[in-house]
């Protein structure tokens, strides 16, 4: 079961790096926020995989945190970085 | 067992990767926007990594400093240095002069980094080969610390003045930020439907995790940190969508909210002082409740002082412009 575990997480973490290369290339602010935005939910996958694996609850903490922060970074990109580029 | 031993190794070395190439990204990107937007994925894969290296305190603050807060706060900056930066495109007099001071400025850090370099190297050589650290020490004497988290045990109590410290480098922050000042007033339309009900969502949910953020501390990964980064993000969001804070609230009240975790820990340590006879000595009888108390009062000012940050001048001042 394990690892199954690891298997789904290292295929999350490919997932990752299709993302970083629309970092890489934009073209558009918001494209790139989106990018992160990815980061944040397929973090929260991996979080929560990797606990399974460990049988390791506190992860599900971490994984908690992530997906109530990643919000912040997307409403403080709309609210304010986004209009003052437009 | 091969394959789970196989796929460990080639996750750890594409996080690996990843990581430093989110890096190199948000160190040499001419766009700023992009280095901000690597810097936060780069704040999620370290959190990761934390957790691989069996460090979930670190990756717990990490997820909430590094990735969230961090990330609002380089937003936030980055729209307020939009029009300066246009403005500054077409003012820069005297290039030359200004490029051979840019040179200089350039060469002291890098001395500065370089000093710091070779003497973490140093450092890193004269280690013992086979250090046993501190664990043993922490884990014997955890019952007198009141709490049953080892993290928290050398965080609040054996070595509280880090964590004093600590949340006065934040205070210091914000000083410096509400002496420089900014007379960009934020041009805010007005939150749309989605947004409202976002926060109306969104913020009790944060306060709720905040104070179990605060309240687990004591036995398992958490702690006023971590409960504070959660609780300034609430307020970050609050600020976000339009929330102002009460006239009457914004003078002394908020100086006092501000200041409280390091009044608190400071009034707390000479008590102690007089009690036990040494700086920040905790009784063991009552260090549990005493933890309780400066890391409620702590998130409190933590919280407050993140999201006064994000809103990078006093609000007295605000109300002038």
Same mark, same amino acid.
């Given at each position: 079961m394990q690892t199954l575990y690891f298997a789904l997480a290292l295929f999350l973490l490919l997932n990752l790096f299709a993302g970083m290369w629309r970092i890489l290339k934009g073209p558009t602010a918001a494209d790139r926020m989106l990018a992160a935005q990815l980061f944040g939910t397929t973090s929260v996958g991996v979080l929560l995989l990797l606990a399974q694996a460990s049988a390791n609850t506190v992860l599900h903490d971490v994984a908690l945190v992530f997906s109530l922060l990643a919000a912040l970074t997307s409403v403080a990109f709309v609210r304010r970085a986004w209009l003052s580029k437009e | 067992m091969e394959a789970l031993a196989l796929l460990q190794d080639v996750f750890d070395i594409l996080l690996g990767f990843g990581l430093l190439w989110l890096a190199w990204l948000a160190l040499f990107s001419l766009d700023l926007f992009r280095s901000i937007v690597s810097f936060i994925s780069f704040g999620l894969l370290m959190a990761i990594i934390w957790v691989r290296l069996d460090a979930p305190d670190v990756a717990l603050a990490e997820a909430a400093i590094g990735a969230g807060l961090t990330g609002a706060l380089f937003l936030a900056a980055f729209a307020k240095l939009q029009p300066a930066s246009v403005n500054g495109k077409g003012s820069s007099i005297n290039p030359q002069k200004q490029s051979s001071r840019k040179q200089l400025l350039r060469w002291l850090p890098a001395l500065i980094m370089l000093w710091i370099a070779s003497g973490l190297t140093i450092a890193i050589l004269a280690l013992p080969p086979h250090a046993t650290g501190l664990t043993?020490?922490?884990?014997?004497?955890?019952?007198?610390?009141?709490?049953?988290?080892?993290? %928290?045990?050398?965080?609040?109590? /054996?070595?509280?003045? &880090?964590?004093?410290?600590?949340?006065?480098?934040?205070?210091? @922050?914000?000083?410096?930020?509400?002496?420089?000042?900014?007379?960009?007033?934020?041009?805010?339309?007005? +939150?749309?439907?989605?947004? &409202? %009900?976002?926060?109306?969502?969104?913020? +009790?949910?944060?306060?709720?995790?905040?104070?179990?953020?605060?309240?687990?501390?004591?036995?398992?990964?958490?702690?006023? $940190?971590?409960? *504070?980064?959660?609780?300034?993000?609430? *307020?970050?969001?609050?600020?976000?969508?339009?929330?102002?804070?009460?006239?009457?609230?914004?003078?002394?009240?908020?100086?006092?909210?501000? %200041?409280?975790?390091?009044?608190? /820990?400071?009034?707390?340590?000479?008590?102690?002082?007089?009690?036990?006879?040494? $700086?920040?000595? $905790?009784?063991? @009888?009552?260090?549990?409740?005493?933890?309780?108390?400066?890391?409620?009062? @702590?998130?409190?000012?933590? *919280?407050? %002082?993140?999201?006064?940050? /994000?809103?990078?001048?006093?609000?007295? &001042?605000?109300?002038?412009?």
């Open positions: - | 043993s020490e922490v884990t014997s004497n955890l019952t007198a610390s009141g709490v049953s988290n080892p993290v %928290t045990a050398v965080l609040l109590n /054996f070595r509280g003045y &880090d964590t004093l410290l600590e949340i006065v480098v934040l205070l210091l @922050a914000l000083l410096a930020v509400w002496s420089i000042g900014s007379s960009v007033p934020s041009i805010e339309s007005e +939150p749309g439907p989605v947004l &409202d %009900t976002l926060s109306r969502l969104l913020v +009790p949910i944060l306060i709720m995790v905040s104070a179990y953020l605060l309240w687990v501390g004591a036995h398992a990964p958490g702690g006023a $940190f971590q409960a *504070g980064a959660v609780l300034g993000a609430a *307020g970050v969001l609050l600020v976000l969508s339009g929330w102002k804070l009460y006239p009457g609230l914004e003078g002394f009240p908020l100086r006092l909210v501000l %200041t409280a975790g390091s009044i608190t /820990f400071v009034v707390i340590a000479i008590l102690t002082m007089l009690v036990s006879g040494t $700086f920040m000595q $905790f009784p063991p @009888a009552q260090a549990s409740i005493l933890i309780l108390i400066l890391e409620m009062v @702590a998130t409190l000012s933590i *919280g407050v %002082t993140l999201a006064a940050l /994000f809103i990078g001048s006093p609000p007295t &001042d605000i109300k002038k412009l």
